[in-house]
């Protein structure tokens, strides 16, 4: 919900015309990359970290012993 209330916000900043828009355009497109970037990543990344932590917690825990 955070992401998408960031990002639907940097969208007036993405399709601004007007002075100056030719300045607030590139850093409304930045902000709507990244965030995406960064939520695609997050969704892909941490599911497949657990799953490798719950793989390897069996050979951590021998190793312990």
Do not use: K
Not at 17 to 26: A, F, K, N, Q, T
């Amino acid at each position: 919900m955070t992401t998408l209330a960031s990002l639907l916000g940097a969208v007036p900043r993405w399709i601004a015309s007007g002075p100056g828009s030719e300045l607030r355009r590139p850093l409304g497109i930045t902000i709507i990359g990244g965030l995406l970037v960064s939520q695609i990543l997050t969704l892909y990344t941490t599911p497949v970290d657990l799953l490798l932590l719950r793989q390897a917690a069996p050979r951590l825990g021998a190793r312990a012993r």
